[in-house]
Nanobody
């Protein structure tokens, strides 16, 4: 499975961005998926996860009510709508496919990772 995240960029505080993640195989359509982010020199951080059919989602407390994860299974695309962006949201964002059908907050529970996309929020 090959994943590619895109949609990152430079945005001002309070602005919005929508990240997308395409998958090369239909395998991911039966698995949970998630978004993580990482700042250079820091540990990778869970952002949001979604179940195989989109019926269950989970968010990090730091992004709850600002970010929305969704997916289009027919097109194998994962989304992350990010609103009310803050400088602390600046990071490289990665999408990943979970080992199971449900989302997880733990990185080891994901077995496929895409290339990241950089989000920079300027103050």
């Amino acid at each position: 499975v090959q994943l590619q995240a895109f949609g990152g960029g430079l945005v001002q505080v309070g602005g919005s961005l929508r990240l997308s993640c395409t998958s090369s195989a239909r395998t991911s359509s039966n698995n949970g998926m998630g978004w993580f982010r990482q700042v250079p020199g820091e540990e990778r951080e869970f952002v949001a996860g979604i179940s195989w059919n989109g019926g269950r989602t989970t968010y990090a407390d730091s992004v709850k009510a600002r970010f929305t994860i969704s997916r289009d299974r027919t097109r194998n695309i994962l989304y992350l709508q990010m609103n009310s962006l803050k400088p602390e949201d600046t990071a490289v964002y990665y999408c990943a496919v979970a080992r199971s059908a449900v989302p997880s907050r733990e990185g080891p529970d994901y077995n496929y990772w895409g290339r990241g996309t950089l989000v920079t929020v300027s103050s």
